[in-house]
């Protein structure tokens, strides 16, 4: 692992320290405007803690593997058909 950072170091290359406890520091790029518009919505003041994920996330991300694999929702979870 040290090696490779120091040939990274030696070749120009950008490094990314991604063990930084605040990401906004570690050099990566964020779509400021879009991320502050975002915040305008009044629904961003809202918090709505869901130990499980929010259900519209949880779908969200579960919609493109229908095709993989046929999923059920019975209100709390995705379970294989």
Known sequence: MVGAHVRARRGGGRLYDLT???PTTAGLHYENERILRALQHPRALEY??????????????ST?????????MDGSRLCPA
């Open 48 to 61: 709505e803690p869901a130990s499980k994920g929010i259900l519209a996330a949880r779908e969200a991300v």
């Open 64 to 72: 493109p593997l229908d095709f993989i694999v046929p999923q059920v």
């Open 20 to 22: 930084a406890s605040n």
